[in-house]
């Protein structure tokens, strides 16, 4: 399924497998002059592909290598002869997918994408009239980069926002990187985000703000429970209830405990985890 808006000069594409009229995690791209900021799921490709009929692409951005952000790059990049930009430690995966073992999950709602070649990103990134500055942003994965125009105060965010309130954790995330990653994001001006998860967030720095904020909060619980003696289920239990369908439909990828364990086990917190 796909689904498309315009803001001011940006094309937005959201997608996601259909299954009948059911589609169980939207991912978006952004079409900006002619590049365009990640590539979705490869189950919408024909419609996607079909979308950019009319449109000249000749690079294409990936925020990082995860294959909901790559998954159509082979295919743009052999009909629009379109040059791809990332990360040096998203590249080797980029070109390729099948190094990293995807779980039952991801094969179901996303699947592997095709490998395709690409560039290493520099520093900065114009686009048209815009002006981007690349910063890498760690605690989601190897390799994740955001793009801010200063001039517009956009920024683009991949996996990074994904909205303010989380109560799961991957098992490949860090939750303290992830917090620092945002709080050095925090220091920008930024009057919109544009969230591959949310889409368009208007008011994007007070809710960058807000994620901040209840991260922290969340963390100094975690750590206050531990210190009075609580073991890591409860904690887990109290601030945010138990596993769920999430863990059970991830096989444990995306977990509660994991995001209490993490915090725990980080160097942050001096107290060794039991």
């Keep these: 399924m796909l689904k498309i808006s315009t803001y001011e000069d940006l ?22 002059e002619d590049t365009l900021i990640d590539t979705g799921t490869g189950f ?27 998954g159509n790059n082979h295919l743009i990049q052999q009909t629009h002869s379109a040059r791809i930009f990332a990360h040096r430690d998203s590249m080797p995966y980029i070109e390729n997918p099948r190094s990293v073992a995807l779980r039952l999950y991801q094969k179901w709602i996303w699947g592997y994408p095709e490998g395709s070649r690409a560039e290493t990103i ?11 500055r690349v910063i890498p942003c760690g605690g989601h994965s190897a390799g994740h980069i955001c793009l801010y125009d200063p001039h517009k105060k956009w920024l ?39 969230c591959s998860l949310k889409g368009v967030v ?6 960058l703000s807000e994620k901040i904020k209840y991260m922290k909060n969340l963390r100094n619980k975690i750590l206050s429970l531990h210190r009075e003696g609580m073991p890591a289920g409860k904690i887990r239990n109290k ?21 209490i364990n993490n915090v725990l086990a980080s160097p942050y917190n001096n107290d060794t985890v039991e």
């Design 11 to 32: 094309t937005i594409y959201k997608m996601g497998r259909s299954i009948g009229k059911f589609v169980p995690y939207f991912v978006h791209a952004f079409l900006l």
């Design 44 to 70: 919408a490709g024909v419609e996607f592909l079909s979308a950019l009929k009319e449109k000249k692409i000749n690079r294409i951005i990936n925020t990082h290598y995860h294959e909901d952000h790559t």
């Design 122 to 132: 520099g520093d900065s990134m114009d686009i048209g009239s815009h002006s981007f």
């Design 156 to 194: 683009f965010t991949g996996d990074m926002f994904c909205g303010v309130r989380n109560i799961y954790l991957r098992r490949d995330e860090d939750f303290n990187q992830m917090l620092s990653s945002l709080e050095d994001l925090s220091n920008l001006h930024i009057d919109t985000i544009f």
């Design 202 to 207: 208007t008011g994007g720095g007070n809710a």
């Design 239 to 259: 601030l945010l209830g138990r596993e769920d369908l999430m863990f059970c439909v991830t096989g444990g990828h995306f977990s509660k405990q994991f995001l």
